[in-house]
């Protein structure tokens, strides 16, 4: 019992950094930046790697810590209030999308649909620091956004998954 | 790729369709009037305003109106009347001016916040 849970600990470390660094390669790509809010997310393979081999806690650890730690690292902690907002609802959207439609959704649903809903939360944690409702027009561009990116980000999981 | 991706992905494009022809809020901004660099007037903007009045001042006279398509000079003394020609203005960050009589109208963001750095 105890073997497990320092295997569990350890491979959650793990994951946390794979997905620190992933976060932190992908702000080094100029071509990303294009538009302000729109990445591609790689580090959202992280967290549904965790989804598929562990389960929604696992997940939700790792995208928390994940948020925590990129925010002390790299950007303020202002980031952090954006990305806990994504990184719930997101989870929330993973949980709810195998819960209804069980065996006919692949990870490429998946994973758009949380992408998709990371945007949301990120627009909700900003309307709430603004106090304004104007955000919302914001979401069109980046939902349009997360359809590819969810679409990169869930081919790679299904590669990842069928070999790790 | 199964049924349910290709849902989600009609889903979530016709939602961002959605919002993006959704109307757009009315802008709510505050109307400055100067006259030789000094505020004279500021009005909260509202598309129910509808009222025409007079500025006037040692250098001449103009007539702004306000109605639901937003701020215009009707009138002026000035010779070549350049902001009766320029028509509404409606959107922030515009402005009417009259150099002449040394009037400027200005079209503020009414919002607390006009940039955010993260």
């Known amino acids: 019992m105890k073997q497990f849970r320092i295997n569990k600990i ?155 | 790729m199964k049924k349910a991706d290709f849902l989600i992905i009609f889903i979530v494009l016709i939602c961002s369709v959605l919002i993006y022809f959704s109307p757009t809020k009315q802008e709510n901004y505050k109307i400055l009037i100067y006259v030789n660099g000094k505020l004279k007037n500021e009005i909260d903007y509202n598309d129910s305003l509808n009222e025409k009045f007079t500025v006037s001042s040692e250098f001449g006279k103009n007539v702004v109106k306000i109605d639901k398509n937003g701020v215009k000079v009707t009138e002026s003394t000035c010779a070549d009347g350049l902001e009766i020609k320029q028509g509404y203005i409606n959107k922030k960050g515009q402005s009417l001016i009259c150099l002449p009589n040394r009037l400027v109208i200005k079209l503020k963001s009414g919002d607390e916040y006009e940039a955010v750095s993260y």
């Open chain 1, 10 to 164: 350890a491979t959650i470390s793990i994951l946390v950094c794979v997905g620190i660094i992933l976060g932190y390669i992908e702000s080094l790509i100029p071509m990303f930046k294009i538009l302000p809010g729109v990445k591609v997310g790689l580090s959202n393979i992280v967290l549904l790697y965790a989804f598929y081999k562990f389960s929604y806690k696992e997940s939700l650890i790792i995208g928390i810590l994940k948020a925590f730690l990129s925010a002390l690292l790299f950007s303020g902690l202002m980031s952090f209030f954006y990305s806990l907002f994504g990184v719930f609802l997101s989870v929330v959207s993973m949980i709810m999308l195998t819960r209804l439609f069980k065996v006919n959704i692949s990870v490429i649903g998946i994973s758009i649909a949380s992408s998709a809903m990371f945007n949301v939360g990120q627009i909700i944690a900003s309307m709430i620091i603004l106090l304004n409702t104007a955000p919302v027009y914001y979401l069109s561009i980046l939902f349009f956004c997360s359809v590819i990116n969810g679409m990169i980000t869930g081919f790679i999981t299904k590669i990842l998954l069928n070999r790790i």
